[in-house]
Structures are given as structure tokens and as C-alpha cells.
């Protein structure tokens, strides 16, 4: 069984940066995708930023050049920077990921999501 455990949300001033991580634990063979996801009171959940066999990396236009994602096989981290934060960015940050327990096995997983309060 594999189970995902963000950290890192909280409240930060506009401006300010904050850095989510998202931690696998269980029997993990690959992380083949990565993703950050949020959703705001009110809004539908929404794709964030993105990363596939730890390389090739993808973003909503609403962040591009302020978030920043990475993967960390070594520690089965998928982690979010997030800089030059605004109001609007203010949401419960969820990860999914992509993982191969086996070689053979593929499982999608979802952690139980961080707040993000960005005050203005």
C-alpha cells in the first residue's frame, strides 16, 4: 500500500514563498508522475503544476514562472515552490502521484491536502 503525506502549507503575507512537499511511503518501486493540484472555496480542483519521469515538467498559466516543480527519487518526494505568492493562490493544495509498487503494478494516489493562506 502506498500512502502520500503533504507538508509545508500555512499562511504567508503576498509576496512571500512557501515550499510543499509531498512525501510517498510504502512499497515504491518508481514515481512516475507528479502533480500539485488545488482547490479553492467555491472552485473546482485544478491542476497546478505537473511532473513525469521526474523530468518533463508542465504548469498552469496562472503559475508559471512563480511555482516550480521537483522530484526527489531518493527521498520519494514530489515538492512544490512556490514564489511571489498572491491572494488568489490561496487554496487546499492536494498531491497525486503516479506510482509503480512493482514493475508491473501502477497505482494513483492522492495525499489529504495542505492549506495555502496567502494574506494581502
Known amino acids: 500500500q502506498v500512502q502520500l503525506v503533504e507538508s509545508g502549507g500555512g499562511l504567508v503575507q503576498s509576496g512571500g514563498s512557501l515550499r510543499l512537499s509531498c512525501a510517498a511511503s510504502?512499497?515504491?518501486?518508481?514515481?512516475?508522475?507528479g502533480g500539485w493540484y488545488r482547490q479553492a472555496p467555491g472552485k473546482e480542483r485544478e491542476l497546478v503544476a505537473s511532473?513525469?519521469?521526474?523530468?518533463?515538467?508542465s504548469y498552469a498559466d496562472s503559475v508559471k514562472g512563480r511555482f516550480t516543480i521537483s522530484q526527489d527519487n531518493a527521498k520519494n518526494t514530489v515538492n512544490l515552490q512556490m514564489d511571489s505568492l498572491k491572494p488568489e493562490d490561496t487554496a487546499v493544495y492536494y498531491c497525486?502521484?503516479?506510482?509503480?509498487?512493482?514493475?508491473?503494478?501502477?497505482?494513483?494516489?492522492w495525499g489529504q491536502g495542505t492549506l495555502v493562506t496567502v494574506s494581502s
Open positions: 510504502g512499497s515504491i518501486f518508481s514515481i512516475n508522475f
Open positions: 511532473i513525469r519521469a521526474g523530468v518533463t515538467t
Open positions: 497525486k502521484a503516479g506510482v509503480r509498487p512493482t514493475t508491473y503494478r501502477y497505482l494513483e494516489v
